[in-house]
């Protein structure tokens, strides 16, 4: 791989999903701030005599309650892509990997209006792979995909299965068209060679797959 | 005072509203620039109040718009830690002093807005 083309990319797309994370971690500590407030408000409106139903307080317990469950979910996200740097090669659950990369991906195809699932396979497929790399190729793809989403749908459905080889195939679907030369740009074809892949477009219209030959984990 | 919240976080923008409404200022609240434009079509705002980074439309880019429709509205930007490019456009439609980062302190946010009608 030419780390001075991957490298640098790699780095803006580290810096780039951090971003994006703090700004949804911001956004529920926003939430438990307001909802705080609003708990203090009515703790002084009842305190000077008004009567506030009980049951706003318990609503506003399972708000904060909600936000903390759900910032818990961002750093879970963020904590499993900090340590996608950890090895190069290692046995990797490629689908938790699809999972955290839409995750943290969530708010920048939203500001698209493009929404991501992931249909987790019912056997895990594992790989030995460069965690980090495959989820900067796949971060790369997903953000192509979203230019080039189908209407009016807009939803990226993204698939993975273990591939006769032993390696995996990774499924973008939902797109309008597909030019499988235009997503595999300068950086994409580093990675690609870094992760001992291909994209091409798929057997079905409106696809776009990842194949990846990397060795079976042992 | 008649306020219009815009924030894509709806728990958010419509507690902060709520809060407003205990402090006597009125606030109608919508989750989007699409929506804000349509309200303020419809209605007379004092000031409005935008998160910068909303899905869609930005709250920069509905400032602008805003702009164009109702010069003389008044508008208080709200963001997380948002990139410098962000905060130098904001600062540069409306000043420095009309620019608060999230989580923000209700009574600082009251402060702002009678700062802004003076």
């Known amino acids: 791989m030419n780390w001075d083309v991957a490298g640098p990319a790699g780095l803006r797309f580290f810096g780039g999903m951090t971003a994006l994370t703090t700004h949804e971690l911001n956004n529920c500590l926003g939430i438990i701030n307001e909802n705080a407030g609003l708990l203090e408000d009515l703790v002084l409106m009842a305190g000077q005599g008004a009567a506030v139903d009980p049951e706003r307080w318990l609503l506003l317990s399972e708000r904060i309650s909600g936000q903390v469950r759900r910032a818990d979910g961002i750093i879970r996200c963020l904590n499993s892509f900090a340590h996608s740097v950890d090895s190069d090669r290692t046995g990797a659950d490629i689908g938790a990997l699809l999972e955290v990369t839409v995750s943290l991906s969530g708010r920048l195809l939203a500001g698209d209006r493009v929404r991501a699932v992931v249909e987790r396979p019912e056997e895990r497929v594992v790989l030995t792979t460069a965690p980090f790399h495959f989820m900067h190729l796949f971060g790369r793809c997903l953000v192509f995909a979203a230019r080039h989403v189908a209407e009016p749908e807009r939803e990226i459905r993204v698939a993975c299965a273990a591939a006769a080889d032993g390696g995996a195939t990774v499924t973008l679907g939902g797109l309008d068209r597909v030019d499988a030369a235009e997503c595999a740009g300068e950086i994409e074809q580093e990675l690609l060679a870094a992760l001992k892949g291909r994209i091409r477009r798929g057997d079905l219209p409106g696809e776009l797959l990842l194949e990846l030959s990397g060795d079976p984990a042992p | ?118």
């Open chain 2, 1 to 118: 005072m008649h306020v219009l919240l815009v924030d894509d976080e709806t728990e958010l923008v419509s507690t902060v509203a709520e809060r407003l409404s205990f402090r006597g200022i009125d606030a109608d609240w919508v989750t989007s620039g699409r929506e804000a434009l349509r309200l303020i079509g419809e209605k007379e705002y004092d000031i409005a109040i935008l998160d910068v980074r909303m899905p869609g439309m930005s709250g920069l880019e509905l400032a602008r718009e805003i702009r164009s429709i109702r010069p003389g509205l008044a508008i208080i930007f709200l963001t997380g830690h948002g990139s410098q490019a962000d905060f130098d456009e904001g600062v540069s439609q409306a000043g420095e002093e009309y620019y608060l980062t999230k989580p923000i302190d209700i009574e600082v946010l009251v402060g702002k807005m009678k700062e802004v009608l003076g």
